[in-house]
């Protein structure tokens, strides 16, 4: 993902935090966790208060998990924003 890109998904998690009540929403997408499933990639994974964000890996949604695991808020990405994405 270019720099760009990053920064957009950045902002994106951000506000979505910051809308679901978490205080002071910051991110730091250097070094998300990536999870796997039956040996496949699923995406990434990062926690932010008790919130866990989830990119799958298509880079299509955006997940926000509580702590028991339940959805909170999927966010769709743009298709153009995903091809550009991965293209880069």
């Not at 760009?4 to 506000?15: G, K, L, P, W």
């Not at 979505?16 to 997408?29: E, F, M, T």
């Not at 496949?40 to 989830?54: K, N």
Request: hydrophobic share 45%; charged share 25%.
């Amino acid at each position: 993902m270019d720099d760009v890109a990053q920064a957009n998904v950045s902002r994106i998690i951000v506000e979505a935090l910051k809308d679901l009540g978490v205080p002071n929403a910051r991110l730091s997408l250097a070094g998300p966790q990536r999870k796997a499933r039956d040996g496949h990639a699923t995406g990434e994974s990062i926690v932010c208060g008790p919130v866990r964000v989830t990119m799958r890996s298509d880079g299509r949604r955006i997940e926000f998990r509580d702590e028991s695991g339940g959805m909170l808020r999927m966010i769709f990405l743009p298709q153009s924003f995903v091809a550009r994405a991965a293209a880069a």
